[in-house]
Every structure is written in structure tokens, then in C-alpha cells.
């Protein structure tokens, strides 16, 4: 791609994308958003995982509806440290590994919808700490305990088979303001922070019979 070294925004989404080039990446410094939506980068995903490290100063990534599954999502992602907005809805991902985001601490927005996502370890979301939109609905959480993304702002965790949902207990108030958990198997009013600043809280479609919450 020479000529293009100033372009800063770049949507190829809907193509037929298997590989990316490192040559071609190397040849555009100042990109900043980068949307691949919609391709078939689960092929040639290592060689394509590589080229990706040239993206040093990439802020908004797109790789939704790639069939990606959990590792390579992970390789993608793995050196990207500018990252502010990722969207991986739409893939294959069944499992958030600890190390998942380890290298892209300023995430401030992140769409994992659509996936089959099953279970999300310990410390996932640990290193992402700006951290205040983050979209899990389409997945198959069966619970959600130990709630501790005290700097969240937005929750999306509709459409799952979730049955349980509680906080960590600790000091640090909460800054969640949008909450969605429909379309869930709650059948109690959930657990939620003790000091939140809630305005929108979604609870329908669930199994709920009483507006008390379960502690025990």
C-alpha cells in the first residue's frame, strides 16, 4: 500500500480478507482504526497475528465475525498496546484466558457479544483497568460471582443462561450506571453493588419471583 502512509482509518469490512500482510501494515504508520469485520482471518491467523505487531499506534480494531476462536482472538490482540476499542462479537470463542488482554491496558470499550463464551477465568479482566463498556450478551455464562470491575460503566450481559450474579465485597464504590441482564434464568432479584450509581437496570425475560435479593 504506498502512498497511503498518512491514512489513519481503514474499513475492509465484509470482504473476503484471509491474510494481512506484515509489508502492507509496515507501510501505514499512523493508523489509528482498522476495521476488519466480517472476513475469514481465522485463516493464515499466525502469519496474519504477526504482521499484526506492526499496528504500534492502532486505537479501534474490528475483527468481528471471523470465527475466531479464543487462542487466536488472543494472538491477535497480543501485542497491541494502544488498543482503546476492540470488537470480537460474532466469533467462535468459547473461554476468556487470564492472559487474554494483558497487553492492552487502555481497552475502554470491548464487544465480546455473539460468541459462545462458557466461562471466563480468575483475572480476566484484571489489567483492564479503564475499562467502562463492556458487552457479553449472545454468550453462555451460567455465572457471574465475585463481580469486581469497580470502574465499569456499562454491562451487557443479556441473553446467556445466567442464574446468579453477585459482587465482590470491598471498599471501592462502583461506577456501573447501565446494567442488562435479560433474557437470563435469575430466579431471585440479583446481587448487586452496594454503592452504584445505576440509572438503567434491565431484568427482564428472567425467572425472578421475589424482589429480594439471594445472599445466602
Not at 491514512?7 to 509496515?26: G, I, K, R
Not at 487466536?72 to 484466558?97: C, E, F, H, P
Not at 431471585?188 to 434491565?202: G, K, V, W, Y
Request: proline share 4%; net charge negative.
Amino acid at each position: 500500500m504506498p502512498g497511503f502512509g498518512q491514512l489513519e482509518y481503514l474499513d475492509v469490512c465484509f470482504n473476503q480478507l484471509e491474510s494481512v500482510s506484515a509489508a502492507a501494515l509496515a507501510e501505514l504508520p499512523q493508523l489509528r482504526s482498522l476495521l476488519l469485520g466480517s472476513n475469514h482471518l481465522d485463516r493464515n491467523y499466525l502469519a496474519n497475528g504477526e504482521a499484526f505487531h506492526l499496528l504500534r499506534n492502532i486505537e479501534v480494531l474490528d475483527l468481528s465475525v471471523n470465527n475466531l476462536e479464543s487462542h487466536m482472538a488472543s494472538w491477535y490482540i497480543s501485542n497491541l498496546t494502544s488498543l482503546r476499542v476492540l470488537d470480537l462479537s460474532g466469533n467462535m470463542m468459547t473461554k476468556l484466558q487470564a492472559g487474554t488482554f494483558r497487553s492492552s491496558p487502555q481497552l475502554r470499550q470491548l464487544d465480546l457479544s455473539h460468541n459462545y463464551i462458557r466461562e471466563i477465568q480468575e483475572g480476566t479482566f484484571e489489567p483492564l483497568e479503564e475499562l467502562e463498556v463492556l458487552n457479553l450478551a449472545l454468550n453462555s455464562l451460567h455465572c457471574i460471582s465475585g463481580f469486581s470491575l469497580t470502574q465499569l460503566q456499562v454491562l451487557n450481559l443479556s441473553h446467556n443462561t445466567l442464574e446468579l450474579f453477585s459482587e465482590e465485597e470491598g471498599a471501592e464504590p462502583y461506577l456501573l450506571r447501565v446494567l442488562d441482564l435479560s433474557h437470563n434464568r435469575l430466579l431471585s432479584f440479583p446481587e448487586l453493588p452496594r454503592a452504584h450509581d445505576l440509572t438503567h437496570l434491565n431484568l427482564s425475560n428472567n425467572l425472578i419471583s421475589s424482589l429480594l435479593p439471594d445472599v445466602g
